[in-house]
């Protein structure tokens, strides 16, 4: 069982998401504390689209949940959702927009059942529109929001984000929406139906990229390591590897170039400018270049760090979760699986003095507690045997 006391402990949330952008949605409610039911379809032999349930990704994304097996597509599967429903807060889907008006968990059916009800609906494109009953994919959103044309080395041709950030923002920006909506029940007593989308995260998330275009009209291209506007910024070789240096404003650079023993650069007229700096930037980057390939990455990194200068190593995901930094925030948490032993997930990147998150339950077994939720419903042994027996779970 999660602790009690926890923020969201007093929720309910029902989860009828696949994939990834939904799960993520979920995965933020069930760590602080919601008592989620994860709503799966009984199992058919094959695989889901959420990978291999014993998988590293399917593990990740559904811990802190029970599992409970419905067939929505009968009747019985949709008296049995709706009971759930009347009792519930939250119901979370990322169906197709016109899936859940087929299974009935549309916003205008659940509300007569519960006007507290909360509705998180997650689509590729929004609930309507051109596109609006279009399969969404990360990817898909990547392109379409932009995000590919700003990403990679110029003249390489569109590169897609090394994560499925389109996904991963769309699911965030769920669990926000959750929260305002569950912060606005509050006041007005009444739920609401809360959308997002891939696309919408995406655009969202080109934040400066996109105010440039919108307020000055210009179409930022890709830049590769290098940053848009605060040069120098990018990667450099040492002799052992390769290392990131950021430098902001024209303090910065003074202090990084007599640090480097560059001291020639502050006043020389190519770089003595902002503006200067990103035009010139290839000279200005092999020049440092030449230095940083003259020492180690960590006598370069600790230096520049002392004179407050930001450095960094480049890591793989090895290093990353072998930094004493990434350890000492606990990046990694430790999950019991009843059937594959111990073994680590991602921690929440969030920390609350009083009441932190938890990761402690592992991800159930398709339909480990069918029969007991069931059971708190009020139906008998020989009902729930029935279901089982017809397929309804």
């Known amino acids: 069982m999660l602790p009690p006391g926890m923020p969201l402990s007093r929720f309910k949330v029902l989860d009828l998401t696949r994939v990834?952008?939904?799960?993520?949605?979920?995965?933020?409610?069930?760590?602080?504390?919601?008592?989620?039911?994860?709503?799966?379809?009984?199992?058919?032999?094959?695989?889901?689209?959420?990978?291999?349930?014993?998988?590293?990704?399917?593990?990740?994304?559904?811990?802190?949940?029970?599992?409970?097996?419905?067939n929505l597509k009968t009747e019985e599967g949709r008296e049995i959702f709706y009971k759930l429903v009347a009792?519930?807060?939250?119901?979370?889907?990322?169906?197709?927009?016109?899936?859940?008006?087929?299974?009935?968990?549309?916003?205008?059916?659940?509300?007569?059942?519960?006007?507290?009800?909360?509705?998180?609906?997650?689509?590729?494109?929004?609930?309507?529109?051109?596109?609006?009953?279009?399969?969404?994919?990360?990817?898909?959103?990547?392109?379409?929001?932009?995000?590919?044309?700003?990403?990679?080395?110029?003249?390489?041709?569109?590169?897609?984000?090394?994560?499925?950030?389109?996904?991963?923002?769309?699911?965030?920006?769920?669990?926000?929406?959750?929260?305002?909506?569950?912060?606005?029940?509050?006041?007005?007593?009444?739920?609401?139906?809360?959308?997002?989308?891939?696309?919408?995260?995406?655009?969202?998330?080109?934040?400066?990229?996109?105010?440039?275009?919108?307020?000055?009209?210009?179409?930022?291209?890709?830049?590769?390591?290098?940053?848009p506007t605060n040069i120098p910024t990018g990667v450099f070789q040492t002799t052992d590897g390769h290392i990131n240096i950021a430098v902001a404003g024209g303090v910065m650079y003074e202090r990084f170039c007599r640090a480097m023993g560059l001291d020639d650069l502050i006043e020389d007229d190519r770089f003595a400018t902002g503006e200067g700096r990103s035009?010139?930037?290839v000279e200005m980057n092999a020049l440092i270049s030449e230095v940083t390939k003259t020492n180690t990455s960590e006598h370069w990194i600790t230096m520049l760090n002392k004179a407050g200068c930001p450095s960094g190593p480049i890591n793989s995901m090895d290093g990353v979760f072998d930094d004493p930094q990434v350890k000492h925030l606990e990046m990694a948490v430790s999950v019991d699986h009843p059937r594959m032993g111990k073994f680590n997930v991602v921690n929440q990147a969030i920390k609350m003095s009083r009441t932190p998150s938890s990761v402690c339950l592992a991800t159930p077994e398709q339909g480990e507690h069918t029969d007991s939720v069931l059971t708190d419903l009020g139906y008998d042994h020989e009902t729930i045997a029935s279901f089982h027996e017809s397929g309804v779970v």
């Open 20 to 70: 990834r952008a939904g799960p993520t949605c979920v995965r933020q409610l069930a760590d602080w504390g919601a008592d989620v039911i994860k709503i799966e379809a009984p199992p058919d032999g094959k695989e889901g689209l959420g990978g291999a349930r014993d998988g590293f990704d399917f593990q990740n994304l559904h811990r802190n949940k029970r599992s409970l097996t419905l």
């Open 279 to 281: 035009k010139n930037r």
């Open 87 to 227: 009792d519930a807060d939250v119901v979370v889907e990322n169906y197709r927009p016109d899936v859940k008006n087929r299974l009935g968990a549309d916003y205008e059916t659940l509300s007569k059942i519960n006007e507290r009800i909360i509705l998180v609906s997650i689509s590729g494109f929004g609930q309507d529109g051109p596109y609006g009953n279009r399969a969404g994919f990360d990817q898909i959103a990547q392109g379409m929001g932009g995000l590919m044309s700003i990403t990679g080395a110029p003249d390489q041709g569109p590169m897609r984000v090394g994560i499925p950030v389109a996904d991963l923002c769309a699911g965030m920006f769920a669990a926000q929406g959750t929260m305002l909506a569950l912060l606005e029940r509050e006041a007005s007593g009444k739920g609401q139906w809360v959308r997002t989308s891939l696309l919408e995260a995406m655009v969202q998330m080109l934040d400066f990229q996109a105010a440039r275009y919108l307020k000055d009209g210009e179409v930022p291209g890709q830049a590769g390591n290098d940053h």
